[in-house]
């Protein structure tokens, strides 16, 4: 075959997939919620959350090294003091929320990796978890930052979730 009809063939495979989950979604004669509960990978989402945890340390002691954070050995109150003005310089807040939205986008590429079906609903899941903690653990964080740090998760966990399947779809039709 030539690589026009196998990428038809492979296309058409995917839609016959798509179908048969949409097809065992509503005619399962139980509950929709049932079925989309076990298709979610509780385990990958995790694993792929704290993945993001990791990046998010590690490029927020990148940002305090390069935009000159508190000292090593500095108390408590110096830390706030040096957070406050952080936070007032606008290139670290600029830098901190492309690095956010970055390490976010890497974490739903990898929840769409990671699982086998339903990778979208799987990102939305990381994209939601992502929201929550932000709200609970964004304390010292400017009001304004933390609202758009928190818009920016969902759309871009889905972001990270395209490109982990179209990464996927493009090595599938190399072949």
Do not use: C, K
């Not at 990428?7 to 179908?19: A, E, G, M, N």
């Not at 298709?39 to 990791?54: E, M, Q, Y």
Request: glycine share 10%; charged share 15%.
């Amino acid at each position: 075959m030539t690589d026009g009809r196998v990428l038809i063939v492979r296309r058409f495979q995917w839609l016959l997939s798509r179908i048969e989950l949409l097809r065992r979604l509503f005619n399962s004669g139980g509950s929709i919620y049932r079925n989309v509960m076990r298709d979610i990978n509780i385990r990958a989402i995790l694993l792929v959350t704290l993945a993001v945890f990791g990046i998010d340390f590690f490029s927020s002691l990148l940002l305090f090294w390069v935009f000159g954070g508190p000292p090593a050995n500095a108390t408590e109150e110096q830390v706030r003091v040096a957070l406050a003005e952080l936070y007032g310089n606008s290139h670290y807040v600029m830098a901190m929320l492309v690095l956010g939205t970055a390490s976010t986008v890497i974490g739903g590429y990898l929840t769409a990796r990671l699982v086998r079906t339903i990778p979208y609903f799987n990102a939305l899941v990381f994209g939601v978890l992502g929201v929550v903690l932000g709200i609970l653990m964004s304390t010292d964080v400017p009001a304004w930052l933390r609202v758009v740090g928190n818009v920016a998760t969902v759309p871009a966990a889905l972001a990270g979730a395209y490109l982990g399947i179209r990464w996927r779809r493009t090595t599938l039709d190399q072949r």
